[in-house]
T-cell receptor, first 119, second 111 residues
Framework: DSGVTQTPKHLITATGQRVTLRCSPR?????VYWYQQSLDQGLQFLIQ???????AKGNILERFSAQQFPDLHSELNLSSLELGDSALYFC??????????????????FGQGTRLTVV | ELKVEQNPLFLSMQEGKNYTIYCNYS?????LYWYRQDPGKSLESLFV?????AVKQEGRLMASLDTKARLSTLHITAAVHDLSATYFC???????????FGTGTLLAVQP
């Protein structure tokens, strides 16, 4: 168990709908990362937050948004869902932002993922 | 933009054999990670490599990093069935603050 908790584990929804995925980082971790994993795209970096602020953005669609709350949990909101959004969504956390100077051997620990199926 | 490539994408090997997975990346980075993923499961951290020439070993797996060549290797010694999984390398994108993953290598160890 990595200590990173994601809910729900599975989600089935219809096209056009909106869903929220939740991530609770490991205790003490300030940084949260969201990834999308699909068969054709592999593991795609979506977005990173550090202590409540957006730190880096990847291939995140405009229909998707995220935030990190004061208690450091994070939510990923996916709206106007399409069939192609079906994927495994992972959250990861680390003590420091991985690329920060002095991050040392900081590593990112992954949650169990949320499997989203859009029908 | 940082690109990370792994090869091979698929590796079928017999128990007891040795093999190496390669991870190439396109821009300078001083930090590289290896992860393991079992089907439908999360990613498990295996190694963190921080500097040129870094070598780490855990059981039958050994990882190394050559930052000048922008290359990391994951060497498997005397493979066993339990090592069957997908292995990913991931590179710290530095100033971009991104952790970019390679394509993954699906390892199938046959008895």
């Amino acid at each position: 168990d990595s200590g990173v908790t994601q809910t729900p584990k599975h989600l089935i929804t219809a096209t056009g709908q909106r869903v929220t995925l939740r991530c609770s980082p490991r205790s003490g971790d300030l940084s949260v990362y969201w990834y999308q994993q699909s068969l054709d795209q592999g593991l795609q970096f979506l977005i990173q937050y550090y202590n409540g602020e957006e730190r880096a953005k990847g291939n995140i669609l405009e229909r998707f948004s995220a935030q990190q709350f004061p208690d450091l949990h994070s939510e990923l909101n996916l709206s106007s869902l399409e069939l192609g959004d079906s994927a495994l969504y992972f959250c990861a956390s680390s003590v420091e932002g991985i690329s920060l100077p002095g991050a040392g051997d900081t590593e990112a620990f992954f949650g169990q993922g949320t499997r989203l199926t859009v029908v | 933009e940082l690109k990370v490539e792994q090869n091979p994408l698929f590796l079928s090997m017999q128990e007891g054999k040795n093999y190496t997975i390669y991870c190439n990346y396109s821009t300078t980075s001083d930090r590289l990670y290896w992860y393991r993923q079992d089907p439908g499961k999360s990613l498990e951290s295996l190694f963190v490599l921080l500097s040129n020439g870094a070598v780490k070993q855990e059981g039958r797996l050994m990882a190394s990093l050559d930052t000048k060549a922008r290359l990391s290797t994951l060497h498997i010694t005397a493979a066993v069935h339990d090592l069957s999984a997908t292995y990913f390398c991931a590179v710290d994108g530095g100033a971009t603050n991104k952790l970019i993953f390679g394509t993954g290598t699906l390892l199938a160890v046959q008895p």
